[in-house]
């Protein structure tokens, strides 16, 4: 399983970004894809959560804010709205397989500034 992540760039606080993590090769064993995010001094957080089934799950730090989806092109979106200064940071996706195999994206950076 390869993942591609996109979308970051630089946007104002109470802006909006999507990200993108398209997947390929083995998509079939993929049970469940995750955001990530480190922000500059700070470990990694969790994000957001989607299963294959559809089944999403936030951090509390973005629900309301942030939404996780999927289509049928095997790419997991992260709409990210409302953007503060807190939510600067490199974002990364994450695919768990069915055999509790885990595969990244690259990071894709995220600046909120006015």
């Known amino acids: 399983v390869q993942l591609q992540a996109s979308g970051g760039g630089l946007v104002q606080p109470g802006g909006s970004l999507r990200l993108s993590c398209a997947a390929s090769?083995?998509?079939?064993?993929?049970?469940?894809t995750r955001w990530y995010r480190r922000a500059p001094g700070k470990g990694r957080e969790l994000v957001a959560t989607?299963?294959?089934?559809?089944?999403a799950g936030y951090v509390d730090s973005v629900k309301g804010r942030f939404t996780i989806s999927r289509d049928d092109n095997n790419t997991i979106y992260l709409q990210m709205n409302s953007l503060k200064p807190e939510d600067t940071a490199v974002y990364y996706c994450?695919?768990?397989?069915?055999?509790?195999?885990?595969?990244w994206g690259q990071g894709t950076l995220v600046t909120v500034s006015s």
């Open positions: 090769g083995r998509t079939s064993v993929i049970r469940r």
């Open positions: 994450n695919a768990e397989s069915t055999s509790y195999n885990y595969y």
């Open positions: 989607i299963t294959r089934e559809g089944s």
